[in-house]
């Protein structure tokens, strides 16, 4: 069975700090992995994936993400955030044999201006 | 916009009501899902279709029926629910389930109070 494990429940930054968020996931085979982001009154959407390749990945609104094999790890970073990444963030990993993605509690990050 | 749609945005309803959740979508995708989404509680998988199969039931009570007639739509039949029901209840397609194009696209969601 993948499970995925997000740390941080609420993460509160100023704007211009930086930002990691830990997303960790259980699963003995071949993962793809993703980020989610669901900003206030609005859907839930994909902000990164990994898939294969490098294990940096890069994603939308200077999000970036770094998938450390060794450490079951896909922790999220962002070097500067603004206001308006306040939002709360899921991690899901698939597991190539498990016909389905698992979602993370998530974690709810709120930047002060 | 992401390309799928759910209606209606916001629904109470009693516990002795009967009602369905219309999940459509307009991307391509032969995978839709069910979630719920509670406070404070993860986002729960209720219901995969891939291809209008059903190929998962997360343990999901017999008041909550899902129907999907076709790729493009899905629907969640409602009757006695209880209180704790109330919750987001989301769509979302993918290009197909449990492979590398399993990259998920969400609809606004059903906001459902039960009274």
């Known amino acids: 069975a993948q499970s995925v494990s997000q740390h941080n429940h609420h993460v509160i930054l100023s704007e211009a700090a930086s930002l990691e968020l830990g997303c960790n996931y259980s699963y003995g085979g071949t993962v793809n992995l993703f980020w989610y982001v669901q900003y206030p009154g609005q859907h839930l959407q994909l902000l990164l994936k990994?898939?294969?390749?490098?294990?940096l990945v890069k994603g939308i609104k200077g999000f970036e993400a770094e998938f450390i094999k060794s450490k079951f790890s896909f922790n999220l970073r962002k070097p500067s955030v603004q206001w308006s990444d306040t939002a709360e963030y899921f991690c899901?990993?698939?597991?190539?044999?498990?016909?389905?993605?698992?979602f993370g509690d998530g974690t709810t990050l709120t930047v002060k201006p | 916009e992401t390309g799928v749609t759910q209606t209606p945005r916001h629904l109470v309803m009693g516990m002795t009501n009967k009602k369905s959740l219309k999940c459509e979508q307009h991307?391509?995708?032969?995978?839709m899902y069910w979630y719920k989404q509670s406070a404070k509680k993860p986002l729960e998988l209720m219901f995969v279709y891939n291809f209008k199969e059903q190929t998962e039931n997360n343990s999901v009570p017999s008041r909550f029926s899902p129907e999907c007639p076709n790729s493009s739509h899905l629907f969640l039949h409602l009757h006695t629910l209880q209180p704790e029901d109330s919750a987001l209840y989301l769509c979302a397609s993918s290009q197909a389930q449990g492979t590398d194009q399993e990259t998920q696209y969400f609809g606004p969601g059903t906001r459902l109070l039960v009274l």
């Open positions: 990994y898939f294969s390749g490098d294990p």
């Open positions: 899901a990993v698939l597991g190539t044999n498990a016909g389905k993605s698992t």
């Open positions: 991307l391509g995708h032969n995978a």
